[in-house]
């Protein structure tokens, strides 16, 4: 189980807007650990989308955005296209186990 | 353009060993830090190991402390995991991974990633 929680499952139309959250503590995303966030399909490498809990790289639509708050943090994606359907993770570090944790993953289906 | 390109995953025995390798281009592999990050079959990502551009500081996450080595070859552009007295639960796709460099896009995030080897141990 891990240390990070996210929903193991949203789903949109495309157009619409969905948030994945990620749910730490005062260990992790608590401390002020930056979260990042990134995008994997099966079989490919997965990709960075937020990093720095808001900034996205460059390539990354901005339809793709990221806020933080306390102990929580979250990943927006509006505009769903169906290109955007795949696994999301989010990642921070964790101060008591001293490690870089990923939450569970959250996959995205669009309608 | 930045490449990073696992190699040597298998399937191998229980209490087996296993070396996998990460070549690195497209950038000053020698300037950043790396890491191994695993998915097994139906799971999510697990870190699992990390080094310092130099090599001298080196961290494990918990399930692989004392069985697997990560190393590094600055002069061959090349990340290295050692691993020693595999277990059926080590069984997974293995990533190396690059952390952006301070004060560039992608800091402090796993910002490149390679496609993965898999390692099956199984008997």
């Known amino acids: 189980q891990s240390v990070l929680t996210q929903p193991p499952s949203v789903s949109g139309a495309p157009g619409q807007r969905v948030t994945i959250s990620c749910t730490g503590s005062?260990?992790?995303?608590?401390?002020?650990?930056?979260v990042h966030w990134y995008q994997h399909l099966p079989g490919t490498a997965p990709r960075l989308v937020i990093y720095g809990d808001t900034n996205r790289p460059s390539g990354i639509p901005d339809r793709f955005s990221g806020s933080k708050s306390r102990t929580s943090a979250s990943l927006a994606i509006a505009g769903l296209q169906a290109e955007d359907e795949a696994d999301y993770y989010c990642?921070?570090?964790?101060?008591?186990?001293?490690?870089?944790?990923f939450g569970e993953g959250t996959k995205l289906t669009v309608l | 353009q930045v490449q990073l390109v696992e190699s040597g995953g298998a399937l191998v025995k229980p209490g087996g060993s296993l070396r996998l390798s990460c070549a690195a281009s497209g950038f000053a592999f020698s300037d950043y830090y790396m890491t191994w990050i695993r998915q097994a079959p139906g799971k999510g990502l697990q870190w699992v190991s990390y080094i310092s551009n130099t090599g001298n500081t080196i961290y494990y996450g918990d399930s692989v402390k004392g069985r697997f080595t990560i190393s590094r070859d600055n002069a061959k552009n090349t990340l290295y995991l050692q691993m020693n007295s595999l277990r059926a639960e080590d069984t997974a796709i293995y990533y190396c991974?690059?952390?952006?460099?301070?004060?560039?896009?992608?800091?402090?995030?796993?910002?490149?990633w390679g496609q993965g080897t898999m390692v099956t141990v199984s008997s």
């Open positions: 005062s260990s992790n995303i608590g401390t002020g650990s930056d």
């Open positions: 990642q921070s570090y964790d101060t008591s186990l001293s490690a870089w944790v």
């Open positions: 991974a690059r952390e952006g460099w301070v004060g560039e896009e992608g800091e402090g995030a796993f910002d490149k």
